[in-house]
């Protein structure tokens, strides 16, 4: 009984660069979510997927940011020209989709120093 | 909108002690599901416990029970006779029945010492 993987753990990475992270949900999960968490502080949200569809984003998903999951399964989430201001830890859950409100279920994070 | 705040930032115990997490919420929601989460220094977030509105009874699981309050938007979580291994971020969250989106409060840092 596998839970939600993430890949890398830790990047490390300059200014200017673009970096990918990767997500492996639970098998039977079709909702996906993306977290982002600063030092200090609780996660917050940025995007969620129910299957292959990205159904909400959150204002501090910039244009330099883009998630996908191409066929439902794994998601990607990629920053472009990364900055400073986007170190932090990110965050994978998911969860089932029905009709009462399941549990999200949250990976280990992937840890990103911008220097 | 909906926003939860944890108004402990550290507490410090010994081991064996009682450590009780306080945290409030705010919401327009009628219907809606509380959660308490673990962050140990690994960084994962550990799912913990959740109540829904519409059920106030309080329960106890193991070492841990949580007092939920709707009348004062509250849902505190209790820690008893701490050990060592407790020693982590504990994060409370919301989410609306019908949403997605988790919002969490900042989080109770939580210090047990042999």
């Known amino acids: 009984d596998t839970g939600v993987s993430q890949n890398p753990r830790h990047k490390i990475t300059k200014r200017g660069q673009n970096v990918t992270f990767r997500c492996d949900p639970i098998?039977?999960?079709?909702?996906l979510y993306w977290y982002r968490q600063t030092l200090g502080q609780g996660p917050e949200f940025l995007t969620y997927?129910?299957?292959?569809?990205?159904?909400?984003k959150s204002r501090l998903l910039s244009d330099r940011f883009s998630a996908e999951r191409p066929k439902g399964s794994f998601s990607t989430l990629e920053i472009q020209r990364t900055e400073q201001g986007d170190s932090a830890m990110y965050l994978c859950?998911?969860?089932?989709?029905?009709?009462?409100?399941?549990?999200?279920?949250f990976g280990p994070g992937t840890r990103l120093l911008v220097l | 909108a909906q926003k939860v705040t944890q108004a402990q930032t550290e507490i410090s115990v010994v081991e064996k002690e009682d450590v009780t997490l306080d945290c409030v919420y705010e919401?327009?929601?009628?219907?809606?599901?509380l959660f308490w989460y673990k962050q140990p220094p690994s960084g994962e977030l550990v799912f913990l416990i959740r109540?829904?509105?519409?059920?106030?009874q309080n329960e106890i699981s193991g070492r841990y029970s949580w007092n939920f309050q709707k009348s004062t938007s509250s849902f505190n979580f209790t820690i008893t006779a701490s050990q060592v291994v407790d020693s982590a971020v504990y994060f409370c969250?919301?989410?609306?029945?019908?949403?997605?989106?988790?919002?969490f409060g900042g989080g109770t840092r939580v210090l047990v010492k042999p």
């Open positions: 969250a919301l989410v609306q029945a019908a949403g997605n989106k988790l919002t």
């Open positions: 098998s039977e999960h079709n909702r």
């Open positions: 109540r829904n509105s519409f059920d106030e």
């Open positions: 859950a998911s969860r089932l989709a029905g009709q009462y409100q399941e549990t999200q279920y």
């Open positions: 997927f129910q299957n292959e569809a990205q159904l909400e």
């Open positions: 919401t327009r929601d009628t219907t809606y599901y």
